[in-house]
Every structure is written in structure tokens, then in C-alpha cells.
């Protein structure tokens, strides 16, 4: 069983699928995240983490790609254990 951290961040100015390549592509190099997942309609990028990551990372992150973090969401932390019986999985269910 796997322990992530998952915070969503509202990000102003992405228009494109360049714009969240870019975003990407640099938040994945701070240390920690495992996963990044965009939403350009939406503005929102979706961080997983091992570990909490500094929001002040993540907003040098964006900023060096060109974009502002203008909200983060509360960190969610779970547990993971493949999706199957986890409450937190939308396939699975409550135990």
C-alpha cells in the first residue's frame, strides 16, 4: 500500500496543449512528484506526490513555464491499493 499526496493547483493562462506540455514538463522536475495531469479548459494542474511538495515549488515551477498559480486546493492524502476495494478509487468500493 502506497501513501500520495494530491493537490490541484488553478493555473491562469493556458490556452493550449503547448501550454500544458510546458507546465509539464517543469513541474515534473521537482523532487517528489510522481504524476502531473492538466486540464487546459479547466485551468488546473493536478500534482501526485510521494510526499507533500511546497506549493512555492510548484508556483517557481509554473511561473518558469510561463503561467500563474493562482489557487491551490487542500492536499488530499490516501492510501492506494490499486483501485480495487479502495474507498478513495472511483472503481472500487467502501470497505
Keep these: 500500500m502506497t501513501t500520495t499526496t494530491t493537490t490541484t493547483y488553478s493555473v491562469s493562462g493556458m490556452t493550449c496543449g503547448h ?13 517528489g512528484v510522481t504524476e502531473v495531469a492538466v486540464d487546459v ?13 511546497s506549493p512555492g515549488a510548484v508556483k517557481a515551477a509554473v511561473a518558469e513555464a510561463g503561467y500563474e498559480v493562482t489557487e491551490a486546493s487542500d492536499e488530499v492524502t490516501g492510501s492506494c491499493c490499486g483501485g480495487s476495494t ?10
Design 19 to 31: 501550454c500544458a506540455a510546458s507546465v509539464t514538463t517543469e513541474v515534473r522536475t521537482i523532487p
Design 86 to 95: 479502495c474507498s478513495s478509487s472511483s472503481t472500487g468500493s467502501a470497505p
Design 41 to 53: 479548459p479547466a485551468g488546473l494542474v493536478t500534482i501526485s506526490s510521494a510526499a507533500p511538495v
